[in-house]
């Protein structure tokens, strides 16, 4: 009996000590996040699913399901078929979304992402690179390197990512021919010079027939690198998160009961540990960690990827969005940016265009101030322009309406990207990687003066407005408004009209009428007015102002009741049958481009304070009406 059980405790701790030392073994393979990117139909998802298959990684039933639903009269396995799951991507051959795979081998731990070639699907490709450390961008060998391939190598670039693999797949097609691959890999690394890659390697393969993707392939024995698999099991990618300044964004107050107060975020990189000081941004203040709370109990000390509530030995208050760090470790602070745009939207990008941006948990609002370039990705040549188009990268400056607290994105992805969303629609339009922060107003301070608008608009006996007058060009709009300052200039109010024929021939002389420089034009001119309604004056702002995010823009600058919205509502027929300038007919006949109404679209206010229909009324019916609104509302 005694050496039966002494036999039997041998066996379990034997079993016991197997079992740690493959936990161990497990938890020391490492993990590499990578993701296949490359023009449409370079074969991407066959690519995986080849991996996933030869790796041994696929349950018989997906395979039958892959052979069942693959191409009609083959036997063959359709890989692509294990990676796209969507209805629609199985019925057009193509991946639209992300879709993501785990597998792993005895030398590594993987995480794939397979994202989409077609050009309108590259913020999906984006949202995929973003999570990534290496990319394996393929290469039709028939095709060589595609405008779509040169574009998601910037893209690539652009989100941190140093390493890449070039897969020149379909060899098969071209009979496996080595000139060939050689005129890819010299195309290839002659457009990549200038974009800072530390390590590209070339693999030839045929993902399709399995060549070079885990096994050597004996149809190509003039290369002697590794296979894909070989290299993706050795390639040594590290951002070294702990080597980096702590940091943690408090994305939750937790507050379970009265007698606890904690901050929950995850750690983005570094590591804090129990009794460390740190400083709580933007606010600037110090305080201890008192505790490290997590689900599972306490801890003494926490680093990058550890998802806690940090509990403070102090009283302090922090809000979500707040960025702590440890001293002499500060983020930057500031409300002027440089950045790298990747616009998402068929909509343009348009400078001085309010948008809504989200920096980890901080919420703003912002501008593109000035479009520095655009990136042709073909040859990766600096190129003016005034806007953004779908797909395409700039470089530029925003302006926000508070100051973000980040890191540049090449310190910290985490801390330094950014979204930008179109506050109308909510879609998201772009996504950014901060460059620096603008030091340009750092020593201006606004100037405190004894008078202020209060004062000024008592002395006139009247409250400061502004009246904005939108409509489509021969609706009224210069007309009513001049009719309205002659009615209250003769009741002894203190006015001033801002007409957009007029202040381009000042203040806005060097605009055009493209879509960016109207809202420059609309822009320059909310700003005018908010400094006449600071000086106590009624104001008529006659524009046009075709888009409603620029005038919620204007309202934007004003005090609660100060701007009112005034749509002079004609119907289009109604203007062209005015035409008192003429401009509709030379719309129609082309000698004039983006005219409103025409090429160019009104924007009809929502919900306008007032709408003045004037098909059948007079310019002096609706002035007094006007007259009697502003009496209601207690303005004259």
């Given amino acids: 009996m005694t050496q039966l059980k002494v036999v039997g405790d041998e066996s379990d701790s034997d079993a016991e000590a197997r079992l740690l030392s493959r936990l161990a073994a497990e938890e020391g393979r490492g993990l590499l996040r990578f ?15 080849r991996l996933l298959v030869d790796a041994q990684q696929v349950y018989d039933d997906q395979l039958k399901g892959a052979r069942r639903d693959g191409r009609a009269g083959s036997e063959d396995i359709d890989f692509s078929l294990l990676v796209d799951g969507l209805q629609a991507e199985r019925e057009q051959g193509i991946t639209i979304d992300v ?66 693999a070039v897969a020149v797949n379909k060899m098969d097609l071209i009979g496996y021919d080595e000139e060939r691959f050689d005129e890819i890999a010299d195309d290839f690394n002659n457009f990549v010079a200038p974009l800072g890659f530390e390590d590209v390697a070339f693999i030839p393969l045929s993902a399709l027939k399995g060549d070079n993707v885990i096994n050597p392939s004996a149809h190509m024995q003039w290369y002697h690198g590794p296979t894909l698999m070989g290299h993706l099991e050795t390639v040594k990618v590290d951002r070294a998160p702990k080597a980096q300044p702590f940091r943690f964004t408090v994305q939750w107050i937790n507050r379970p009961h009265l007698d606890f107060r904690g901050y929950s975020g995850t750690v983005s990189s570094g590591a804090i540990s129990v009794g460390d000081e740190v400083v709580i941004h933007p606010s600037g203040k110090s305080v201890h960690v008192g505790r490290i709370v997590t689900q599972d109990g306490d801890l003494e000390h926490a680093e990058a990827g550890d998802a806690v509530t940090l509990v403070f030995a102090e009283e302090v208050d922090a809000s979500r969005g707040d960025i702590i760090a440890k001293p002499d470790e500060d983020p930057s602070n500031a409300d002027q940016i440089a950045a790298k745009l990747i616009w998402f939207d068929e909509e343009p990008m348009l400078p001085g265009r309010s948008y809504a941006i989200k920096c980890g948990a901080q919420e703003t609002t ?23 188009d779908l797909n395409e990268v700039g470089a530029c400056n925003l302006s926000t309406s508070r100051p973000l607290t980040f890191d540049s994105y090449s310190q910290s992805p985490e801390t330094g990207s950014f979204l930008l969303i179109d506050r109308l629609s909510n879609l998201t339009v772009a996504a950014g990687m901060i460059e620096f922060g603008l030091r340009r107003a750092t020593n201006l301070k606004w100037q405190e003066l004894a008078i202020d608008k209060v004062a000024r608009s008592s002395l006139k006996g009247q409250k400061p407005c502004v009246l904005w007058f939108t409509g489509l060009s021969g609706s009224g709009k210069s007309t009513i408004a001049n009719m309205m300052e002659k009615r209250l200039h003769a009741m002894g109010r203190h006015t001033y009209v801002l007409d957009g024929d007029n202040v381009r021939h000042g203040l806005n ?22 400094l006449f309604a600071d000086a106590g004056l009624i104001v008529m702002v006659s524009f046009i102002s075709p888009f409603r995010s620029e005038r919620r823009m204007a309202r934007e600058l004003f005090d609660e009741g100060e701007f009112l919205e005034v749509f002079v509502d004609t119907p289009l027929e109604l203007c062209e049958k005015r035409d008192p300038k003429g401009l509709y007919k030379k719309a129609r006949a082309g000698q004039i481009t983006n005219f409103t109404g025409i090429d160019s679209d009104y924007e009809k206010p929502e919900s306008p304070e007032f709408d003045l229909p004037t098909a059948n009324s007079t310019p002096e019916e609706l002035s007094e009406r006007l007259l009697t609104e502003l009496r209601r509302r207690g303005i004259i």
Avoid: W
């Avoid at 993701?35 to 699913?49: A, Q, W, Y």
């Avoid at 912002?366 to 806007?387: C, E, P, R, W």
């Fill in 366 to 388: 912002a501008t593109v101030s000035t479009l520095k370039h655009k990136l042709n990705v073909d040859n990766l040549d600096h190129v003016a322009g005034k806007t953004l």
């Fill in 35 to 49: 993701l296949t990117c490359g023009s449409v139909d370079d074969g991407k998802s066959t690519l995986i699913g």
């Fill in 99 to 164: 879709a993501y795979r785990y597998f792993s081998t005895p030398r590594r731990k993987f995480i794939v992402a397979d994202t989409p070639g077609h050009v309108q699907y590259t913020r999906n490709m984006a949202t995929g690179a973003s999570t990534c450390d290496f990319a394996v961008l393929l290469v039709d060998a028939r095709n060589g390197v595609l405008s779509q391939t040169r574009r998601h190598a910037c893209i690539v670039s652009l989100l941190g990512i140093k390493k890449i």
């Fill in 509 to 530: 002389k060097d605009l055009g009428f493209s879509d960016a420089d109207r809202v420059e034009n609309i822009r320059r001119v909310a700003e005018s007015a908010r």
